[in-house]
């Protein structure tokens, strides 16, 4: 596999981003996936993290997409103003462990670096080992408890915190 090329999504990705996690999804016992009903976004991905304030992320091996990566502001109550949400973050299988989600996730860390973010977080479903792993690998600290998506695969997820130098 050549390098990926890291590039903006555009709203024509969502197809392709959708069967990236439809394939991850795939690969969990009762993972469900289900485009309308929960991911209404991909008809328009770009457009939808523009109006964020943020940005979605695709690597391309050619003409196939084989990861995504999206960050924005988090507006959450409780939440540190300057603090950005990772989401979208997928990778196929047939391309992991080859630098892929690294490399997006570089893409992401200058982002928060260019808006002055005081932290990344992100969510992460409680099934996803691996993700675990890669994102404590980045530095990423699980912060305490989980919520419950009441979704149609009965998600379950992790917080997980990236503070930046100085913070």
């Not at 993972?31 to 304030?53: K, M, Q, T, Y």
């Not at 080859?98 to 260019?114: D, K, P, Q, T, Y």
């Not at 404590?136 to 305490?144: A, D, H, T, V, W």
Request: aromatic share 10%; charged share 25%; glycine share 8%.
């Amino acid at each position: 596999m050549n390098p990926p090329l890291i590039r903006p999504a555009l709203d024509s990705d969502g197809d392709a981003i959708a069967a990236l996690i439809a394939g991850a999804f795939a690969e969990y016992e009762g993972c469900v996936f289900d485009r309308a009903a929960e991911f209404p976004e991909l008809d328009a991905i770009a457009s939808h993290f523009e109006a964020r304030g943020g940005i979605i992320w695709v690597a391309a091996d050619g003409a196939a997409i084989i990861g995504s990566l999206a960050v924005a502001p988090m507006r959450v109550e409780g939440v540190p103003a300057g603090t950005l949400e990772i989401t979208k973050v997928y990778v196929a299988r047939a391309a992991r462990r080859r630098g892929v989600a690294r490399a997006l996730m570089n893409h992401a860390i200058a982002f928060a670096g260019a808006q002055d973010a005081q932290e990344l977080r992100l969510w992460t479903d409680t099934r996803f080992l691996d993700a675990h792993r890669f994102y404590e690998s980045l530095g990423f600290e699980r912060l305490p408890g989980a919520r419950a998506l009441g979704d149609l695969s009965d998600t379950s997820e992790y917080p997980y915190r990236l503070p930046f130098a100085g913070v």
